[in-house]
C-alpha cells in the first residue's frame, strides 16, 4: 500500500553511515553526507546529539556540525554531562566528564554551540539539576530525564521544573533495580512527561514497549533511533566520542567485551514498522509517534513529505521518496 506523512523528525541522532557527530574534526561535508544518507530513510529533521564530554571536545564537536548548513539540523540535543555517575545509569558515557549540573556550565556549551542547544537531557538527581531545570525551562529549552537513579520525589520535583520528557525509557538504567520503587515507574506515571522509545529490538523487549506505549498513550510517546556511526554502514568498528563501538550481524551496537549497548544502527522505518507490529496498531496510529509528536515536544513541525510502501503483512516500511521542501535553513549564530 502507498502512503504519504510528514517526514521523520528524530530527537536523538549521534551519527550516521560511518560519521560520527562525537569526534572531532568532522568537515562540514562529511557531516552533511551522514545527513544525506539520513534522508533516504525519510528523516527529514533531527536534532545531531553531544554525549557527555570534556568542554574542548564538546566545543569542537559543536562548532563542525555549526558549519554544517544542512536545514535537517533543528538544532541539538545535549545528552550529559549532567548524568548519573554510576555504572550502569551512566551508559557508555565516560564516567571523567560527568559533572554536576550548573548554568555557567551550560551557558558555555550554548555558546560554544551557536545557541542551537535545544534539548538537555540530564538525571534530576545531580547536584544543581533542579535549578538548571528551571533555568533552562525559562529559557524555552526542553529538559529531558535520562541516565538516573532518581528516587520517586526528585522525579516528580523535576517535572514540577519543568521537565518535560524521559529520555530511551527503560534504558540508561542498571540492569537490576527495585522491582517497584524505580525510576521507570516513576517516569510512566508521569503525566507531565513524554517518552522516547528506542525500539529495535534490542534495547525494549516488545512487551516492554507494547506496556510502555500503553502507559504513556499515543500522545505522549515519541521513537527516536539513538543512532551512531554504525546506522546505515557496514558491520565492523566505529566511534562514538572517546568509545570504540562494534555493529554485530544481529544490528547490536556496543563496546567490544563490554555487556551494555552504545547507541543503536536504527534507521526510523524499522522503529515505526516494529512498534507498529508489537503494539498491534495501524500505521496512522504510529507515525506520529516519528514525525509529529516529536516536533510538537520542540514547538516545532515536521518538514517535507515522504512517499513509501507499507506491507502491513510483514510489518515493512519502504522509502520511495523523500520530499524535503519546507525547510527553514538554522539561524546564523
Not at 27 to 47: F, K, P, W, Y
Not at 237 to 266: F, I, K
Request: proline share 8%.
Amino acid at each position: 500500500m502507498k502512503v504519504t506523512f510528514p517526514g521523520f523528525f528524530d530527537l536523538q541522532v549521534n551519527g550516521f553511515s560511518g560519521v560520527d557527530f562525537n569526534t572531532p574534526g568532522q568537515s562540514a561535508e562529511r557531516i552533511g553526507e551522514a545527513l544525506e544518507a539520513m534522508r533516504t530513510t525519510g528523516v527529514t529533521r533531527c536534532l545531531p546529539t553531544l554525549i557527555t564530554a570534556s568542554f574542548a571536545q564538546f566545543a569542537a564537536c559543536a562548532r563542525a556540525l555549526c558549519a554544517c548548513r544542512d536545514p535537517m539540523i533543528a538544532g541539538f540535543h545535549l545528552e550529559g554531562p549532567y548524568i548519573s555517575p554510576v555504572d550502569g545509569a551512566r551508559g557508555a558515557h565516560p564516567r571523567a566528564h560527568v559533572i554536576a549540573a550548573s548554568l555557567d556550565d551550560f551557558l558555555r556549551r550554548q555558546d560554544a554551540a551557536g545557541g542551537r542547544i535545544v534539548l538537555v537531557t540530564l538525571a534530576p538527581e545531580v547536584p544543581g539539576a533542579l535549578a538548571l531545570i528551571e533555568a533552562l525551562a525559562a529559557r524555552h529549552v526542553r529538559v529531558a530525564l535520562g541516565h538516573t537513579l532518581a528516587t520517586r520525589a526528585q522525579i516528580r520535583d523535576a517535572a514540577s521544573a519543568g521537565a518535560v520528557l524521559s529520555t530511551h525509557l527503560g534504558n540508561g538504567c542498571p540492569q537490576v533495580l527495585p522491582r517497584h520503587d524505580n525510576a521507570i515507574w516513576e517516569q510512566l506515571a508521569a503525566d507531565e512527561l513524554s517518552a522516547s522509545l528506542i525500539v529495535d529490538g534490542h534495547h525494549l523487549p516488545p512487551a516492554v514497549v507494547k506496556t510502555m506505549v500503553r502507559a504513556k498513550g499515543l500522545a505522549r510517546t515519541i521513537l527516536i533511533t539513538d543512532a551512531v556511526a554504525a546506522a546505515g554502514a557496514p558491520l565492523g568498528r566505529y566511534r562514538l566520542g572517546e568509545l570504540e563501538v562494534e555493529l554485530d550481524a544481529t544490528g547490536r551496537v556496543s563496546q567490544p567485551g563490554m555487556p551494555h549497548l552504545a547507541g543503536s544502527s536504527l534507521a526510523m522505518p524499522n522503529a515505526v514498522a516494529d512498534t507498529a507490529r508489537v503494539c498491534s496498531l495501524g500505521l496512522p496510529d504510529v507515525l506520529p509517534l516519528a514525525t509529529l509528536n516529536p516536533a510538537r515536544l520542540l514547538g516545532l513541525a515536521p518538514a517535507g513529505r515522504v512517499e513509501a510502501e507499507w506491507d502491513q503483512a510483514q510489518s515493512r516500511l519502504t522509502i520511495t521518496r523523500v520530499l524535503p521542501e519546507g525547510h527553514e535553513p538554522m539561524p546564523d549564530p
